[in-house]
Nanobody
Framework: QVQLVESGGGLVQAGGSLRLSCAAS????????MGWFRQAPGKERELVAA???????YYATSVKGRFTISRDNAQNTVALQMNSLKREDTGVYSC????????????????WGQGTQVTVSS
């Protein structure tokens, strides 16, 4: 079992930055692929960034060059640094975990946090 708790959401002006953090329980955290998903109002949940156990990373095209995902296996945390935020980045951000390999489909992830709201104003 893996329990995930996100923090760091909030309201920010366009062009600003936010850092999201996800704290995980479990002794095998380092073996999990971790993803950050975003769900905007009226839209489907989408993967914005992910990192696997070998530190391979994936980014959605819309966030490449602006977002950075990282993990600290000693602390059982994964972070999402979001820079140059745009209004279209607004949504509920959730971290998710699945064993080893990155997947882009939400249903492929077994464990989810409760989500944190990110609102980008113009």
């Amino acid at each position: 079992q893996v329990q995930l708790v996100e923090s760091g959401g909030g309201l920010v002006q366009a062009g600003g930055s936010l850092r999201l953090s996800c704290a995980a329980s479990g002794r095998t955290f380092s073996s999990y692929a971790m993803g950050w998903f975003r769900q905007a109002p009226g839209k489907e949940r989408e993967l914005v960034a992910a990192i696997n156990w070998r530190l391979y990373t994936y980014y959605a095209t819309s966030v490449k060059g602006r977002f950075t995902i990282s993990r600290d296996n000693a602390q059982n945390t994964v972070a999402l640094q979001m820079n140059s935020l745009k209004r279209e980045d607004t949504g509920v951000y959730s971290c998710a975990a699945r064993w080893q390999a990155i997947a882009t489909t939400p249903t492929d992830y077994n464990y989810w946090g409760q989500g944190t709201q990110v609102t980008v104003s113009s």
